[in-house]
C-alpha cells in the first residue's frame, strides 16, 4: 500500500481543483505552511506532489532526478509539440540527450553564444534604426513589439541564417498571433487533462483548437525547412543550428532525430521570444528596457547609425 505525503483531501472526482482558486501558486503557498515542505494533491483522478522548499526541490530535481526526469503528457504537448518530441517534454533518453548536446554546443553553450554575439549586435542595430526612422516619421515607437521582432530573428539568423521579420507586415502580425494563441492554449485550464476519462469529449472545445493551430505551424516550418534546405550550399562551413539538426537525423552513436523532432524543437525554440517581450508592457518595465538599450547603444558606440536624436525617441 502507498503511503502518500500530507495534504487537503478534496472532494470525489473532482478532487482538490476547487481549492486552488484563482492564485494556485498562493494557495499552495498556504498549503505548505500548513502540510509541510512535500504535500499530496488529487488533481481530479491525477496525483500531484507539490515540493514547496529548496531542499524539498533539490531532492526531486537533484537527488532524484533519474526517478522524475519524465514529465506527464497533457493535451498540450501532445496536439502543440508534436506528441511531446521536443526537447521541453521527450522522454529522457538517447534521443532526449542528443537534442541537448546539439543544443549546448551550437545554440545555448559559452561558445555558441560568443559565436553569434555579432548576430546581436546587427540585430540591435536594426531595432535602433527602426526607431530612429519611426521617430523621423513622428510614428509611435512600441517598445514590446520592435523587441519582438529583434529576439525573433536574432533567434532565426542563429537557426536558420536568416531574419525571420525583414519588415513588418501581415507575415510578422500572423506569426505574432500565432505564437500568441500558441502560448494562451497551452495555459488554459483543460478538464481532460486532471480526468482523462472525459478527454475524449474534449468537454471545453481547447483540443480542437490546438490541433488547428498546429496545423498552421506545420505549413509554416515545413515551408522553413524546405527553403533551408534549398540554400544549404550558401553556408558551407558555417553551419546553422538547422543545418547541425538535420545533419543528426541518423547518428553514428544510434539516436535519431526524425524531421518531426527537428519540427518540434524549431517550434519551442522560436516561440518563447514573443511572451518575453509581451511581459514589456507593463509601464515599469518600459524604464528599465528604454535604460538598457541606451547602455546597449553606449557601449558598442553605433556611431554609423546616424541616430542622433536616441532621447526623443526613448
Known sequence: ????????????????????????HVTLAKMAKKYGPVMYLKM??????????????????????????????????????????????????????????????????????EDWAPVRVTELGHMLRAMCEASRKRDPVVVPEMLTYAMA?????????????????????EFKDMVVELMTSAGFFNIGDFIPSVAWMDLQGIERGMKKLHRRFDVLLTKMIEDHSATS????GKPDFLDVLMANQENSDGARLSLTNIKALLLVSLSPSLPLSLSLTHTHTHTHTHTDIRVCLYKIHLAHSSCTNMDAIL
Open 44 to 113: 481530479g483522478t491525477c496525483d500531484m506532489v507539490v515540493a514547496s522548499t529548496p531542499d524539498a526541490a533539490r531532492a526531486f530535481l537533484k537527488i532524484l532526478d533519474l526517478n522524475f526526469s519524465n514529465r506527464p503528457i497533457d493535451g498540450g504537448p501532445t496536439h502543440l509539440a508534436y506528441n511531446a518530441q521536443d526537447m521541453v517534454f521527450a522522454d529522457y533518453g538517447p534521443r532526449w540527450k542528443l537534442l541537448r548536446k546539439l543544443s549546448n554546443l551550437h545554440m545555448l553553450g559559452g561558445k555558441a553564444l
Open 233 to 236: 550550399h550558401e553556408r558551407k
Open 153 to 173: 530573428n536574432m533567434i532565426g539568423q542563429i537557426i536558420l541564417s536568416r531574419r525571420v521579420f525583414v519588415t513588418k507586415g501581415s507575415e510578422s502580425n
Open 1 to 24: 500500500m502507498h503511503r502518500y505525503p500530507p495534504g487537503p483531501r478534496g472532494w470525489p472526482i473532482i478532487g482538490a481543483i476547487p481549492l486552488l482558486g484563482d492564485m494556485p
